[in-house]
């Protein structure tokens, strides 16, 4: 299998040209598992060195997140902890501290697990990324990245940072696993509530991350109950059974936290 590291962000655009089928590598929290899962990887692309992508910046409307951004930077961000403490609650519960200081936010989000701990949150707060290659740089709405399990629409592109609008707003946060920490998400809902109405995303309720739009709907128009909002939940979520969770299981919890959420939201 061949190493490639790059040397700056021009390189890396040169090398992800040359080799699309290379796996981009960082904090290879999840790369060293997905090597060890294919057999068939041809080749890695380093790009830890690129300190241009680590940052986290304020500016007069919006917070910009640095693709390599590690999840303690986030944590550690007095910037984020004031205005998006929806992500703190997300990468407060991620993994271990030793996986936290290596983990980088634009690789979590690439990965494109269904129970990435942050993508949620990231959906339910709006948030755009932009994404490089030798042809330039785009702007997308994160929930436009996806298209399937572990599947992306990146085309011989990186993300290079995150965008998320500052907002006033009410939030609600909750994970469910096996224990407090170290866990995989069984379900997990972010919400939040705005001038403009709900937006509301999970984890490890469909093959990957999007927004619950019929559930956003139904509560924006101030006309649910439990019967209405069970409906659209269904029209929003598909979630598998596993050996961690049923899919009854997942639906019930999901509903009992968009109940919760209204409660905390209710103000």
């Known amino acids: ?15 992800i040209a040359e080799h699309p089928d290379f ?5 290879s929290t999840d790369v060293a598992v997905q090597l060890k899962k294919q057999k068939n990887v041809n080749g890695i692309i380093d790009i830890s060195t690129l300190n241009e992508l680590q940052y986290i910046k304020i500016a007069s409307n919006t917070i910009d997140i640095g693709a390599l951004t590690t999840i303690t930077d986030i944590l550690e961000s007095t910037e984020v902890q004031t205005h998006l403490p929806l992500l703190i609650a997300a990468a407060e519960v991620f993994a271990s501290h030793q ?7 634009g690789g979590n989000i690439a990965n494109a697990s269904p129970a990435a701990d942050l993508t949620a949150a990231l959906l339910a707060l709006n948030a755009t990324i932009i994404l490089g290659s030798q042809e330039g740089e785009r702007v997308i709405d994160l929930e436009d990245l996806f ?25 609600y946060y909750r994970k469910t696993g096996a224990r407090e920490r170290l866990n995989i998400a069984k379900v997990s809902l972010a919400v939040i509530k705005n001038s403009e109405g709900y937006c509301i995303s999970g984890a490890s309720l469909n093959p990957y991350a ?21 409906e659209a939940l269904e029209l929003d979520i598909s979630p598998s059974g596993s050996l961690r969770s049923t899919k009854a299981y997942r639906m019930r919890v999901a509903f009992n936290m968009i109940k919760e959420a209204l409660l905390k939201l209710a103000a």
């Open 1 to 15: 299998m061949m190493y490639l590291r790059a040397k700056d962000l021009d390189d890396a655009m040169k090398l």
């Open 23 to 27: 796996l981009l590598m960082c904090g």
């Open 210 to 230: 999007l927004r619950f739009t019929h559930v956003e709907n139904l509560l924006n128009s101030g006309d649910f109950n439990d019967e209405k909002i069970k």
């Open 147 to 171: 298209c399937g399990y572990k599947c992306t629409k990146l085309d011989h592109e990186m993300i290079l940072g995150i965008t998320i609008p500052l907002q006033e707003h009410l939030w």
């Open 99 to 105: 996986i936290r200081n290596l983990a980088t936010l």
